[in-house]
Each structure stands twice: as structure tokens, then as C-alpha cells.
């Protein structure tokens, strides 16, 4: 402005600043518009690298929307509904328009083998829960995601379910573990329209994978899984009993049994595949002593247990049998 007015003198500065602002102001918002890139959002009609937008996409496949799902929060940067819409998962659009609906240009998962449809869902999915995906026991089985998921017409809104519940969708593979939920002894799984619905497989499971055995979520063996919930059963004891020490399994079913407790046997039966003697207590193996013993009663309903009491162990001096 100073050399302005020497040059130019007062007025004449003054009115040649002005118009340098006037000019500057102008071309403001068109070099702005033009350094800004397109908006890559999934509502694009026509977007860079092939790419369609999503409103392209719904004009043939309106059913197949994800609205209301986890997918299309727009808030949250990760989701398919912030980036490229349906493209984010199906890959660019622009050939399999141009074809005429051509399904051999776009990523179909009804005809993606396992590995590659795992992975377009673990580009996202790679954290907490499903961070031990690969090499987990159902990814080297050939397991997708979509086996048990889907995006588009899930059952239960939870989790994208193909099925109304977990043991439903468990059930597809795992027939036999989901059948003794509905034994007369069984785990409180909600595993139809009348069940308790208290947990589900996934509370004891990580189906994505785990350090644990079986897939369980908590700790390294059966036996820390099952003492999450009955802690009053955690040692250690004085006296240890090794069948439990073993392994929980080793006389209870986890997921159901016909017998109390989710025994997997009635007793004594249970206690006699360890415990073979012929003395005490009599077994129904053994004719003549069965027959000829005041204990014989010993074989009928708790039968053992009603002596042997504190049987997951004991702390009492005189415990090693498990009498208190």
C-alpha cells in the first residue's frame, strides 16, 4: 500500500487496492471448486476407477438394500455407506452395468470361493472378535462368512444372521451339540421358540477363531472356561479328585445330557468306569455281592454322591475320600 500511494498517490492507490480485492474475491470459489476432488460418497452417479455409486446399483437390485444394518452407518468412516456403498464390497460396477448386468463382472459371493469371499469381509473385519480369523478351525475348513451371515436378508439383527438364533445357525454344521440342548438336562441356550434363551453358543465359543481349545473364549483349557460361571468349583483343594482336575468333560456334557447334572452317565456308572472294584461299592457287575451286602442300596439314585458329597474336592484333613 505504501508504494501504492508514492506511486500512484492517495486516491489512486485507494481505488487500485480495491479492485485487487474485488479480483481476489471472485476467483476465490472457482479455484476452490476446482481443487476439490470429487465426492466419493456411495451415492455417486459417476465416480473415478470404475466405480457406479450405489444409487446406480439400486435401480435393478432395490432389494438387496442394507439399509438399517451395522453396514450403513454413515457416521462411522469404515462402513460401506461412507466409502463406495455396495462397491465396497462387489468392486466396481462400471463393467457389469456397461454388460448389461453381465454377473461375471461384478463379485458375486454365491460364486466367489472360500478364500476370496473371506477376504473382502476381512478387509474391514480384522479386529476384536475376528482378529484370529485366519488359520482358525473354521477358516481352514472352508467356512465363509457368509455361510453363517448375510448382509442383505439376515434373520437376526444381532449379528447378521442367516438364522433367527446362534444354535440355528450352528446347528447347520453342529447337528449333534445343538440336539442335546434339548435333553432333559441341558445348557439354558436359547435354541428355539420356547427355550430359555439365558446364553447362547457364543458365550462360551468364538466362532472366529481362538487361542483356547474347541474355539472356547476363556483361558487355555475346558476347565477355565467352565469355572468363568462356577467359580465355587476353582481349587485348588487339599484333596484333588483327577477326573475333574482332567478335564470338566470328563463327567459332564456341556451341552446337554439325559441324565442329571449333564452327567454323561447315570451313576454309578460314572463312577465305576474309573472305580472297578467288587468290594465298595457294590456294582451290578458283580451278582454275588450286589445280593449279598447291606450296601447294595449304594447303586440307586445319587448312589455314590450320597457319601461322597464334596466331590470336585476337599479341604477338609479327612477328605481323601471326599466324604466333607
Not at 463379485?107 to 472378535?129: D, S, Y
Not at 448375510?150 to 444381532?158: D, L, N, Q, T, Y
Not at 455281592?289 to 484333613?317: D, E, F, K, W, Y
Amino acid at each position: 500500500m505504501g508504494r501504492l500511494t508514492r506511486t500512484l498517490g492517495p486516491t489512486a492507490a485507494i481505488a487500485a487496492a480495491l479492485a485487487l480485492w474485488v479480483l481476489a474475491v471472485t476467483a476465490a470459489p472457482a479455484q476452490t471448486a476446482a481443487a476439490t476432488p470429487p465426492e466419493a460418497g456411495a451415492g455417486s452417479v459417476a465416480q473415478a476407477g470404475g466405480y457406479v455409486g450405489e444409487d446406480t446399483c439400486l435401480t435393478c437390485h432395490e432389494q438387496q438394500s442394507y439399509k438399517g444394518t451395522a453396514h450403513a452407518l454413515k457416521g462411522d468412516a469404515r462402513t460401506p455407506a461412507a466409502t463406495q456403498g455396495c462397491e465396497s464390497c462387489h468392486g466396481p460396477g462400471q463393467a457389469h452395468v456397461d454388460g448389461g448386468g453381465d454377473k461375471t463382472k461384478i463379485k458375486t459371493f454365491k460364486t466367489l470361493g472360500p478364500v476370496e469371499a473371506n477376504q473382502v469381509c476381512t478387509t474391514c473385519h480384522t479386529r476384536g472378535a475376528h482378529l484370529l480369523w485366519d488359520s482358525s478351525a473354521h477358516e481352514n475348513r472352508d467356512v465363509t462368512c457368509v455361510t453363517c451371515h448375510s448382509v442383505h436378508s439376515a434373520k437376526s439383527e444381532a449379528a447378521q444372521l442367516k438364522f433367527r438364533t446362534e444354535a440355528e445357525t450352528c446347528a447347520v454344521c453342529h447337528r449333534d451339540k445343538v440336539q442335546k440342548l434339548n435333553r432333559s438336562a441341558h445348557m439354558p441356550v436359547q435354541s428355539g421358540a420356547a427355550r430359555e434363551g439365558k446364553m447362547a453358543c457364543s458365550s462360551c465359543h468364538n466362532p472366529h477363531g481362538s487361542t483356547n481349545v474347541r474355539l472356547l473364549k476363556t483361558g487355555q483349557s475346558v476347565n477355565d472356561s467352565c469355572l468363568t460361571c462356577h467359580a465355587e468349583k476353582r481349587g485348588p483343594y487339599l484333596w484333588e479328585h483327577a477326573a475333574v482336575a482332567e478335564s470338566c468333560t470328563s463327567c459332564h456334557d456341556p451341552h446337554g445330557s439325559s441324565n442329571d447334572r449333564m452327567l454323561v452317565t447315570k451313576q454309578p456308572f460314572l463312577c465305576q468306569r474309573c472305580h472297578v472294584t467288587a468290594r465298595h461299592p457294590p456294582t451290578i457287575y458283580d451278582n454275588y455281592v450286589r445280593n449279598n451286602t447291606t450296601g447294595a442300596n449304594r447303586i440307586l439314585t445319587r448312589s455314590c454322591t450320597v457319601c461322597h458329597q464334596n466331590i470336585h474336592g476337599s479341604n477338609a484333613a479327612s477328605g481323601q475320600f471326599f466324604l466333607r
